[in-house]
């Protein structure tokens, strides 16, 4: 039962996020009907709300390119299918005829997966559907435009936060940073391989939130483009954008840190405090770093607590460490570049905070 709760929530929290996505599709999608077919006089102009719901979605996506690539869907599809339909008659070898080569078109002319299933389908619905020679495909093609267009002033006018699509996703990624370097330093308090090793696995498939954070900063930028409710927040989008390189280098560090933290137990090696205080005081500076993040401005206060830790990881002299502890520090010492630099820091004064030893990055 609990299980089933703890489900239903997840769904209607969903729900919820999606909620203007959703109501953007519906009334776009009704009103591009009614444009095709009261003011332009179009019979069962399907394509139009098609086209409304290809250029919005329920997600993440270019919807501008959307547009284009669904218009010259269209284009290729009926072009083809009309032209060869009207040689070659109908029949089950002339629809696959005329969907090969309409598809085949597309890619040639540098088109994407929409730009190729939308020809496709535009061949089979000349093939079948339209008389040959008639004004059918140039209505189709002009319908799928006015649903585009439609669903482009849609996103204008019903706008999501685009500063709230990007700190849910940076949100996210600076979660699974401080969880990778809370992990690791768990594992050398504890002498225990296998915690480091699984958040080292974790760690593996959190690529796919950094391609997430990425995706949201360009819808994100689109809506502030598109819509002129939000262009005032395109300076804050910029904060986020600039900390998009280094939390990607980041996370590739934390996998090089784990490794070497799971060859460290194993092999024996001393683990100082140095290492083991490094790794939680930069986990917390990850949600710090959230925290300033989402806030909006730039995250001072996290550049000088981040400053701080920098120099208590360049400690003269160093202690004795073994090869894995060396690579470990190494590593900590290019977070912390890393996360400098998501500050807005530049990589020099990033680097400054090391007097002794400048940090590396780890590719």
């Not at 339909?85 to 629809?95: D, E, P, R, T, V």
């Not at 990007?166 to 050398?188: C, F």
């Not at 809506?223 to 954008?241: K, V």
Request: proline share 5%; with cysteine; glycine share 10%.
């Amino acid at each position: 039962m609990t299980a089933f709760a703890d489900s239903f929530r997840d769904r209607t929290g969903r729900l919820r996020v999606m909620a203007l996505p959703i109501v953007q599709v519906a009334l776009a999608a009704g009103l591009a009907w009614i444009i095709a077919t009261r003011l332009l006089g179009h019979d069962r102009p399907f394509f139009a709300p098609i086209a409304v719901v290809l250029c919005i979605g329920v997600g993440l996506g270019t919807r501008r390119r959307r547009v284009w690539e669904l218009v010259a869907g269209v284009s290729v599809g009926v072009g083809v299918g009309d032209l060869l339909i009207s040689l070659i008659g109908g029949g089950a070898w002339q629809i696959a005829l005329v969907v090969a080569l309409a598809m085949a078109v597309s890619v040639l002319l540098d088109g994407g997966t929409l730009i190729s299933l939308q020809a496709g389908s535009s061949a089979v619905l000349v093939a079948t559907l339209l008389p040959p020679g008639g004004t059918g495909g140039i209505d189709r093609m002009v319908d799928a435009l006015v649903g585009g267009l439609v669903g482009l002033v849609a996103v204008a006018l019903l706008p999501a936060n685009p500063a709230g699509l990007a700190a849910k996703a940076i949100r996210e990624l600076l979660e699974e940073l401080s969880a990778a370097l809370e992990a690791a330093a768990a594992a050398l308090r504890e002498r225990d391989p296998e915690i480091a090793a699984e958040a080292l696995e974790r760690a593996r498939g959190s690529q796919g939130t950094v391609d997430k954070y990425r995706d949201s900063l360009v819808t994100a930028h689109e809506i502030a483009a598109l819509s002129p409710l939000h262009r005032a927040r395109r300076d804050r989008l910029e904060t986020y954008a600039t900390a998009a390189e280094p939390l990607d280098h980041a996370l590739r560090n934390a996998r090089v840190l784990l490794r070497h933290t799971v060859a460290m137990i194993e092999k024996g090696e001393p683990a100082p405090d140095l290492l083991v205080d490094g790794m939680g005081e930069l986990a917390q500076t990850a949600v710090r770093l959230r925290d300033e993040l989402i806030a909006g401005g730039t995250p001072l206060l996290t550049r000088r607590v981040l400053r701080r830790t920098a120099a208590r990881l360049d400690p003269v002299p160093l202690p004795p460490l073994g090869f894995s502890a060396h690579v470990v520090l190494a590593q900590l010492r290019s977070l912390a570049v890393d996360l400098l630099e998501a500050t807005g820091a530049e990589h020099e004064e990033a680097l400054a905070a090391f007097p002794h030893r400048p940090a590396t990055r780890a590719s």
